[in-house]
C-alpha cells in the first residue's frame, strides 16, 4: 500500500470561510461557540465525538478520532463569510430560527455580532428568489475573483491565520451542466475575463479558494468545483476539494434504509419522496431552476446503491419520485415522508412509511465542523483534489469522469475510516477476522 504523506502540525488559528451565512452556517458558527463555552456538545460530529477500531478486536484499541489524527482544535477556529445579505451571524440566526434565542444564541450574542458577511459575489441569474445590497461590483468575472482572493488574504492577516479553509453554504443555484468554459483552467479563466455568464457565482469561490490554496467543499448540489478545470487546478495546487451536496434529511435516511434492503436482496418496486420546508432554502428552491439542481442530486442515490442493471428482476421497475415543497408554517423544521413498495419471498408485497420531523440544519450543521477539520487535514498531508473518503458527508459525492460514486453510507463510513487508519500509518480493517479461530 502507499506510503501515508507526512502531516503537518495543526498550530495556529485556522480559517473557516463560508459563501452563504444562512441558517446552516450560523447553525454551525453558533453552534461551535456554544460548545467552545460549555454550553452545549457537539453531537452528530465525527470529529468531536467518535471512535476508531485499530487493530484486532481482542487489542481494545480505539481512540477517539481526534486523538488519532492530528486536527485542530475548535477553539482554533475563526469563522468568515459573504452574503448578499448584509445581516451579521445574530440576526441571521434569529431570521433562521433553528437554534433557540435564550438558550443558545442570546447567550453568545457579542460573539455572533462580530461575525459581518463581506460582500458577495451574488448573481441573481443563479438564485431567483433573493437579492442582497452586500454585494461586489466588477468589470469582469475575473475581477470579482481577485476580490474574493483579496478577502482571503485580508481576513488571514487581520485573524493571524496561517491556514483556511472555506465551506460553500450558499444557497443552491440555478441548474447548468459543464461547458466548455469549464473544459481547462485556461479555459475557465479566460471565461472568467471575457465575463462569461456560464461561471456560476460559486466557481468563482472555489477558483479563488484553490488559487489561495484553500481546502473547498461545496454544501450545494450546484457544480461549482465539480469541473474538469478546477479538479485539474486543485490537483496541480495540491489543494483539496470536496462536494457536492451535504447529506442531511431524507437522503441520509434514503442512504441507511436502501443498502439495507439490497443486503437482503429485497425488491423495490416504489419510493416516493415528499416533504415540507418552510425556510429560506426551501424558499430557494421553490424556484424550478433551483429545484432541478437539487432533485437531480437526490435522485440519482438510489441508483447507484440498488444497481438495476444488475439486478432487474428487483430493482428494474423501481418508480422513484422526489418532491419539495415550500411551506412557510415550518420554517427550519422540515417534515418528509416516504413510502417504499417493497417486495419479498416469492413477490409477495409489502410497504415501509417514514415519517421523519427532521431539523436540516441541526443535521447539517455538524458535517460543516467536520468537512472543516477533516479538509484542513488533508492539506496539512498535501492531499490535492477530489477527496472521495469525504463522500460520507454529500449527497452527490464528486469522483472523477468515469469513476462512479459510493453513495452506501456503510461503505462511505469504511472508507473514511480507512482513510484515517491510512493517514495514522495503522492497518486497514477488513473484517475478515479468521485470526481468532486459529
Ligand atoms: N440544511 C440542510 O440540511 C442542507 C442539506 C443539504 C444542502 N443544503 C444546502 O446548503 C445551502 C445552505 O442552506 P441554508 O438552509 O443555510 O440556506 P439559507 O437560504 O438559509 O442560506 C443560504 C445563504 O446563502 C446566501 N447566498 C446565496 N448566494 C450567495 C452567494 N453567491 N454568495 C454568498 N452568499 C450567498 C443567501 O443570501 C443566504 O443567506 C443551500 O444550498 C442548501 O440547499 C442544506
Same mark, same amino acid.
Given at each position: 500500500?502507499?506510503?501515508?504523506?507526512?502531516?503537518?502540525?495543526?498550530?495556529? $488559528?485556522?480559517?473557516?470561510?463560508?459563501?452563504?451565512?444562512?441558517?446552516?452556517?450560523?447553525?454551525?458558527?453558533?453552534?461551535?461557540?456554544?460548545?467552545?463555552?460549555?454550553?452545549?456538545?457537539?453531537?452528530?460530529?465525527?470529529?468531536?465525538?467518535?471512535t476508531i477500531r485499530l487493530g484486532r478486536r481482542t487489542e481494545e484499541r480505539t481512540p477517539l478520532i481526534r486523538e488519532l489524527v492530528p486536527l485542530a482544535e475548535l477553539d482554533q477556529l475563526v469563522f468568515g463569510a459573504w452574503d448578499p445579505i448584509p445581516d /451579521?451571524?445574530?440576526?441571521?440566526?434569529?431570521?433562521?430560527?433553528?437554534?433557540?434565542?435564550?438558550?443558545?444564541?442570546?447567550?453568545?450574542?457579542?460573539?455572533?455580532?462580530?461575525?459581518?458577511?463581506?460582500?458577495?459575489?451574488?448573481?441573481?441569474?443563479?438564485?431567483? +428568489?433573493?437579492?442582497?445590497?452586500?454585494?461586489?461590483?466588477?468589470?469582469?468575472?475575473?475581477?470579482?475573483?481577485?476580490?474574493?482572493? %483579496?478577502? *482571503?488574504?485580508?481576513?488571514?492577516?487581520?485573524?493571524?491565520?496561517? +491556514?483556511?479553509?472555506?465551506? #460553500?453554504?450558499?444557497?443552491?443555484?440555478?441548474?447548468?451542466?459543464?461547458? $466548455?468554459?469549464?473544459?481547462?483552467? %485556461?479555459?475557465? %479563466?479566460?471565461?472568467?475575463?471575457?465575463?462569461?455568464?456560464? *461561471?456560476?457565482?460559486?466557481?468563482?469561490?472555489?477558483?479563488?479558494?484553490?488559487?489561495?490554496?484553500?481546502?473547498?467543499?461545496?454544501?450545494?448540489?450546484?457544480?461549482?468545483?465539480?469541473?474538469?478545470?478546477?479538479?485539474?487546478?486543485?490537483?496541480?495546487?495540491?489543494? $483539496?476539494?470536496?462536494?457536492?451536496?451535504?447529506?442531511?434529511?431524507?437522503?441520509?435516511?434514503?442512504?441507511?434504509?436502501?443498502?439495507?434492503?439490497?443486503?437482503?436482496?429485497?425488491?423495490?418496486?416504489? #419510493?416516493?419522496?415528499?416533504? *415540507?420546508?418552510?425556510?429560506?432554502?426551501?424558499?430557494?428552491? /421553490?424556484?424550478?431552476?433551483?429545484?432541478?439542481?437539487?432533485?437531480?442530486?437526490?435522485?440519482?442515490?438510489?441508483?447507484?446503491?440498488?444497481?438495476?442493471?444488475?439486478? $432487474?428482476?428487483?430493482?428494474?421497475?423501481?418508480?422513484?419520485?422526489?418532491?419539495?415543497?415550500?411551506?412557510?408554517?415550518?420554517?427550519?423544521?422540515?417534515?418528509? #415522508?416516504?413510502?417504499? /413498495? &417493497?417486495?419479498? #419471498?416469492?413477490?409477495?408485497?409489502?410497504? &415501509?412509511?417514514?415519517?421523519?420531523?427532521?431539523? /436540516?440544519?441541526?443535521?447539517?450543521?455538524?458535517?460543516?465542523?467536520?468537512?472543516?477539520?477533516?479538509?484542513?487535514?488533508?492539506?496539512?498531508?498535501?492531499?490535492?483534489?477530489?477527496?472521495?473518503?469525504?463522500?460520507?458527508?454529500?449527497?452527490?459525492?464528486?469522483?472523477?469522469?468515469?469513476?462512479?460514486?459510493e453513495h452506501d453510507l456503510f461503505i462511505q463510513h469504511k472508507k473514511l475510516k480507512n482513510t484515517l487508519r491510512w493517514l495514522a500509518g495503522e492497518e486497514q480493517i477488513t473484517h475478515l477476522g479468521r485470526e481468532y479461530y486459529e
Amino acid at each position: 500500500m502507499e506510503q501515508p504523506p507526512s502531516i503537518a502540525t495543526p498550530g495556529g $488559528p485556522v480559517g473557516v470561510l463560508l459563501p452563504g451565512l444562512g441558517a446552516v452556517a450560523t447553525t454551525v458558527v453558533a453552534g461551535v461557540e456554544a460548545v467552545r463555552r460549555g454550553l452545549a456538545r457537539p453531537f452528530g460530529s465525527l470529529t468531536q465525538m467518535n471512535t476508531i477500531r485499530l487493530g484486532r478486536r481482542t487489542e481494545e484499541r480505539t481512540p477517539l478520532i481526534r486523538e488519532l489524527v492530528p486536527l485542530a482544535e475548535l477553539d482554533q477556529l475563526v469563522f468568515g463569510a459573504w452574503d448578499p445579505i448584509p445581516d /451579521d451571524a445574530y440576526d441571521s440566526a434569529v431570521h433562521a430560527g433553528v437554534l433557540r434565542r435564550g438558550t443558545h444564541l442570546d447567550p453568545i450574542r457579542d460573539f455572533l455580532r462580530t461575525v459581518s458577511p463581506m460582500p458577495a459575489v451574488f448573481d441573481t441569474a443563479y438564485v431567483k +428568489r433573493l437579492d442582497g445590497p452586500n454585494r461586489k461590483r466588477g468589470a469582469n468575472r475575473m475581477e470579482l475573483a481577485e476580490a474574493l482572493r %483579496e478577502d *482571503i488574504r485580508r481576513f488571514k492577516a487581520e485573524n493571524g491565520c496561517s +491556514r483556511a479553509v472555506m465551506i #460553500w453554504c450558499g444557497s443552491t443555484e440555478v441548474f447548468t451542466r459543464a461547458g $466548455p468554459a469549464h473544459e481547462t483552467p %485556461e479555459s475557465f %479563466e479566460r471565461a472568467m475575463r471575457d465575463d462569461d455568464p456560464a *461561471i456560476a457565482p460559486s466557481m468563482i469561490y472555489a477558483w479563488a479558494a484553490i488559487m489561495e490554496g484553500v481546502p473547498y467543499a461545496n454544501g450545494a448540489p450546484n457544480l461549482s468545483a465539480d469541473l474538469p478545470a478546477l479538479e485539474t487546478l486543485a490537483r496541480e495546487r495540491g489543494v $483539496p476539494i470536496a462536494g457536492k451536496d451535504f447529506k442531511t434529511g431524507q437522503t441520509l435516511m434514503k442512504t441507511i434504509l436502501a443498502p439495507g434492503l439490497k443486503a437482503r436482496m429485497l425488491g423495490v418496486q416504489g #419510493w416516493f419522496s415528499t416533504n *415540507i420546508l418552510g425556510n429560506r432554502d426551501g424558499e430557494v428552491l /421553490d424556484d424550478p431552476e433551483s429545484f432541478r439542481t437539487k432533485e437531480e442530486s437526490k435522485l440519482g442515490v438510489l441508483d447507484y446503491i440498488l444497481q438495476p442493471q444488475m439486478y $432487474p428482476e428487483l430493482y428494474g421497475e423501481l418508480y422513484h419520485k422526489v418532491r419539495i415543497n415550500y411551506y412557510p408554517p415550518r420554517g427550519d423544521d422540515k417534515e418528509g #415522508w416516504d413510502n417504499l /413498495d &417493497i417486495f419479498g #419471498w416469492l413477490g409477495y408485497p409489502m410497504q &415501509i412509511k417514514v415519517d421523519f420531523l427532521c431539523r /436540516d440544519s441541526i443535521l447539517a450543521a455538524p458535517i460543516v465542523l467536520d468537512l472543516a477539520l477533516f479538509l484542513d487535514l488533508a492539506g496539512r498531508a498535501g492531499m490535492g483534489g477530489i477527496q472521495e473518503w469525504l463522500s460520507f458527508y454529500f449527497k452527490s459525492p464528486h469522483t472523477p469522469v468515469g469513476l462512479y460514486p459510493e453513495h452506501d453510507l456503510f461503505i462511505q463510513h469504511k472508507k473514511l475510516k480507512n482513510t484515517l487508519r491510512w493517514l495514522a500509518g495503522e492497518e486497514q480493517i477488513t473484517h475478515l477476522g479468521r485470526e481468532y479461530y486459529e
